[in-house]
Each structure stands twice: as C-alpha cells, then as structure tokens.
C-alpha cells in the first residue's frame, strides 16, 4: 500500500491552516507542535489549539502564543524610516516581507501585520538570523531542512520583488515567532505522516487590494505572485462575497511550493484512512474558511489505466530521478551509481547526450521506491556534481518472478522465472553473479544447458 496526502485548498492555504488539519486528522497530537517552540529555543512560546466551526464544519484552529500571556517575544529589529539600527550593517537596503497568516482570509480595510505606534515604526526580521535559528535548533534534521527551504523561498520571491540580495531580505509579520513556528510546525507534519506522493488542488489566492505596512498591494502581494508561478491557481469561489479577500499566504504558498506536489481537480482513487480540516480566524459566512487534508492508502495500481489493471501482470509505482552531468568524471559517476544501488536503488543507468554549448554529458537515471525518493534525493545532491534533480512517477507493469534452483553440468545455478498473474512461464534467466562464476571456471564459454 502506498500513503497519499491530498491537499484541499478549500478557502486557501496558510502555514497555521496546513498544520492544524494534520492535528484534526491525529497524524500529529498538538502536543507534539507544544513541544516545536522549545525545539527552536523560544522557551515562553506555546501553541494552543482548539475546535472551532465554520460554515456548519467542525475543524481545528491553531494559535501560538506568549506562555505567560502578553505579546509575544520578537526575534528582529524595530526601525524608523528615518533611521535604521540592526546591530549590524547590510550593503544593501531592506526589502520588507510581509505576511498575512492570521488574519487569514482578510479584507484590505484589515491591518494584520505587525506594526508599533506609528506607521513608521515596524519590526522586521532578517531572513538569515531566521535560517540561523532554525539550522542551529534541536529539531530533527528532515523539519530543518523543510523549514529552511520555505523560508528561502519567500526570500527569493521578495528579493525578485524588491531587487534585492537574498541575504538582505527582512521579514516583516513572516519574520514573526508566530510564523516561524507555523512554518515549523507544518515541517514537523510532513516529515511525521510520511507520505510516498503528494497531491494538492489548485491554489486559491484571493482577489482585489490587501492594505499592508507599506501601502495597498493587488492580491496576489509581490511575493505571493512569484511563488505562484509554475503554480496552477483558481478563482474565489463566488460564495465568497468579500470584494477585497486574500485567501492563501506566502507561507502557505511556499510550504506547497517546497512539497512539489502534483496538482490534480479532485481526490484521487484509493481507500480514506484519514481526513482532518484547518481553520484560518476569518468568519467567510457560509462558505468554510478551511483547509483540508485526507490521508490515503493507495493500492499497487490504483491510479492505472483499467486496461493496465486488466492485464495478467503485476503492477506497482515507482519514482525516477534523473539529471544531466556534464562536469564529473567517469570514475566519480560509477561510484554515485553503486552507492545508490547499495543504498536500496532498484536500477541505476547511464546515457550519453549532448548539452548546452555543444558540451558531452551523462543523462543519470535512477529508478526507486515511492517511499525512498527523496532520500535518494537528497543524497544524489550531497554527493555528486549536479545542481538539481528531476523526479517524476510511473505506473509499472512487471512479471511475477519467482527463483529456483537447478542442477547443471557446472554446478546448481539460480534461475529467475518470469510469470503471468496466472501462473504461465513467459521467459527465465540464471543469475548473473553465478552464471559469470561458471564463465570464469570454463574460461569464457558459455554454460551448458541445465537439468529440469
């Protein structure tokens, strides 16, 4: 069985509304995200969660909030427009990203974002102290890394938004401990429900003007666009009366972003083992203000073709990776090959092609598990050349196999069958190893022809 996550932007998508559905469908206790904060060492830190209803729909709310009550400590700086004082110099000038995770979905006439007495005085947040936060916790290495890739995404989608370095972006209400911890709390429910593919319906940004801490911006903001793209996105349902309404987040967005998942119109084929629903704070009337997740347990063939499932072989699914080498060595990519085969690869091949400038490269393909991409993943990128890696599913269709053992004039070999469904022998081979074993002892010749 494979497990399949089915992500339902139902009015949208924010980091809070995404790990609050986990904690509705018991993939995570809220426990378990109570224990986040002081991973991160936000010791007066807590997260509260609570049953809320919307639109007739039960769901689960999260909050973070100040152990002891209050406001919550701040992780940035606070600046004027007419001064700026950071504890240390940038080269450049700050580009502000702001957020709008809890007041999700608002209006523009609405003002969520973290702002101090006057409108020129603000906290922010920069986005290398937040990468340091989080690679320096004691979260487990899996939510580090999810972590870290969201908040790189938001600070390359401001720093194209504002002509900026990464390195310079500040953060406004995503810079925010609430944020970061719901962006941790979302890595922790990724890595825990373990899930070999990700599915998700199309992204709903919302329409008309957001009022943020530096003016009123079209919906999607600056970031929210960019982060879209290569992203599908729908329209606002038209029960959502609101003339000016954002419905998904740059965190929400990211953290889509950051999973790859494949888009689809509807949930898939499969067996429900679990649903559970996010709510964001605003009351949208009678349309639920909600995301929805469900759990599924997906049979060997299930997303095949009938035709496929009525043929007399086996079916299954499997990821390949692949990229394009044109800077590594011979040598160094036979060693990549074997360690992946060590490692629990089911086939590793190599291609010869052409690439850009004229250049000779290998086309490495490595076909695997569903539940085993992503560490093949990342171990392809810690340790060859390449900068990036494909990765795609396919449908297989295989023989049956079965192994014996036969009797031949060089000894007892181990054949490998090749069967129908049905039992029916369709092709057999001995095995390589042994079979090679016997070329040596004859010196080169082929074996003789087995016993039955």
């Not at 991160?40 to 049953?51: H, I």
């Not at 393909?365 to 396919?394: I, K």
């Not at 009797?407 to 022998?425: A, C, H, M, N, Q």
Request: glycine residues 10%.
């Amino acid at each position: 069985m494979t497990k399949v996550v089915f992500l339902e932007s139902v009015a949208g998508v924010a980091g809070d509304m995404f790990a609050a559905a986990f904690v509705d469908a018991g993939i995570v206790t809220a426990a378990e995200l109570a224990s986040l904060p002081a991973a991160l060492g936000l010791k007066d830190v807590r997260v509260e969660a609570r049953s809320v209803t919307k639109a007739t729909m039960r769901a689960t709310h999260l909050r973070v909030v100040a152990a002891g009550g209050g406001a919550l400590p701040s992780l940035g700086h606070s600046h004027e427009d007419a001064a700026h004082s950071h504890g240390h110099e940038h080269g450049h000038g700050h580009a502000h990203v702001h957020d709008h995770e809890h007041g999700h979905a608002h209006e523009a006439s609405e003002s969520p974002h973290l702002v101090h007495g006057d409108p020129g005085h603000h906290e922010h947040t920069h986005f290398v102290d937040i990468d340091r936060l989080i690679a320096k916790s004691q979260l487990s290495e899996g939510v580090r890394g999810f972590a870290r890739r969201v908040f790189r995404l938001i600070a390359e989608a401001e720093a194209a938004a504002h002509g900026e370095r990464v390195e310079d972006i500040a953060f406004h209400e995503v810079g925010s401990v609430d944020s970061i911890v719901d962006v941790v709390m979302a890595a922790y429910c990724v890595e825990r429900v373990g899930a070999a593919r990700w599915l998700a319906t199309p992204i709903r940004p919302g329409h008309g003007m957001v009022r943020i801490a530096h003016g009123t911006q079209p919906i999607p903001p600056p970031a929210s666009a960019r982060l879209l793209v290569d992203m599908p996105v729908t329209k606002t349902p038209a029960r959502i009366a609101r003339e000016n309404v954002e419905l998904s987040t740059p965190t929400g967005i990211a953290i889509l972003k950051a999973l790859a998942p494949q888009f689809v119109e509807e949930l898939p084929a499969g067996t429900v083992a679990t649903q559970g629903m996010g709510a964001g704070t605003m009351d949208l009337g009678s349309f639920p203000n909600v995301f929805r997740i469900f759990i599924l347990n997906e049979s060997p063939g299930t997303a095949g073709s009938a035709a496929a499932g009525s043929l007399p072989y086996e079916t299954d699914r499997i990821v390949e990776l692949a990229c394009n080498i044109d800077d590594d060595t011979p040598e160094h990519l036979a060693w990549v090959g074997e360690q992946l085969m060590a490692q629990g690869a089911l086939d590793v091949s190599l291609l010869p092609a052409v690439g850009k400038k004229g250049r000779q490269l290998s086309i490495l393909s490595v076909l695997c598990a569903e539940a085993d991409w992503t560490r093949h993943a990342d171990w392809l990128l810690r340790n060859s050349t390449t900068f990036g890696v494909r990765h795609r599913v396919w449908d297989r269709l295989k023989l049956a196999r079965k192994f014996e053992r036969r009797s031949t004039p060089d000894g007892t070999i181990s054949y490998k069958i090749g069967l129908t469904t049905g039992g029916d022998v369709l092709k057999e081979k001995p095995e390589f190893d042994e079979q090679r074993a016997v070329w040596e002892k004859r010196g080169g010749s082929a074996p003789r022809n087995p016993k039955r």
